[in-house]
């Protein structure tokens, strides 16, 4: 454990000259300067992974919606999320299902 606390702080040290050299190197005011960009492509990069997801969960909704209203015959779909039973007259008659997540 001390060796890999020791191999940490080596590593860290160096990193930390590293950086200060390529600081001297491009000059703080510029570093200042493009921080802006890399917090708003951070910021951008999670709303289209958030965008993503909620499109992937609109998609597995929607089929199991149309699913349920399509195929009579089929009278209940397990909802990928809470393991709940939906059934075909709770879609229709609500429109929805609230899925109360489990962990």
């Known amino acids: 454990m001390e060796e890999a606390n020791l191999l940490f702080r080596n590593l860290l040290s160096k990193s930390t000259q590293e950086l200060k050299a390529l600081s001297r190197k ?12 890399f917090e708003a492509l951070e910021i951008a990069n999670k709303a289209q ?40 007259e709770s879609v229709s008659e609500t429109r929805e299902h609230t899925c109360v997540k489990t962990q």
């Open 26 to 37: 491009v000059g703080g005011s510029n570093i200042d300067k493009s921080r802006p960009y």
């Open 49 to 88: 992974e958030e965008c993503e997801n909620s499109a992937t969960a609109y998609q597995v909704r929607n089929t199991i919606c149309l699913s349920l209203l399509l195929f009579p015959f089929c009278f209940s779909v397990n909802c990928c999320e809470c393991s709940a039973v939906v059934s075909r």
